[in-house]
């Protein structure tokens, strides 16, 4: 029991204190350049491709671990601004690391009704320089990219603050469109 839960204790720290100490040798996707294509399971078991939301804003959220405070504030704040995200012709996509099923508990348990994309491998996360992999444990760092109609990056946040995100994203995109 002691073992477990000092393991537990050290991936905590892990997850939250040194969430840049391994995050793969990808670099950032710049600002203008074409989002990296992704073709990743939902939580309903449908495979999403980035390039089906071409003609829309797409709001792509890399998050830690379901059903985690953060995550779950992170979460929320998006599945409450859904109308707004559609006014503005915008969808909201989280990925992690966690499985099929881990998403669809939690879809289930916080009243998500968008899509979380389960990155097992680690691979689009990796793309999006959002993973670390700390040997046995690896998750997805919280990053957010916002992706215009045309499939480029024309905003990326490598620093957010789960309580206030999805209203700084709502803020970018009214600016990004006014453009």
Known sequence: MFR????AIVVVVLMFLLPRLVSG??????VGSMAPELTLPSQESSEVSLKNYRGSWVVLYFYPKDQTPGCTREAHNFQVDQAKYAERNAVVLGVSVDSVDSH???????????KLLSDRDGSVSREYASLTNLG???FA???T???DPTGKIA?????VDPARHSAEVLAALDGLQKQ
């Open 25 to 30: 040798s990808r670099a950032t996707p710049v």
């Open 104 to 114: 669809k508990k939690f879809c289930a348990k916080e009243g998500l009704n968008f």
């Open 136 to 138: 046995v444990v690896k």
């Open 141 to 143: 760092q919280r990053h």
């Open 145 to 147: 990219f916002i992706i």
């Open 4 to 7: 477990i839960l000092l393991l």
């Open 155 to 159: 905003k990326a946040y490598m620093s």
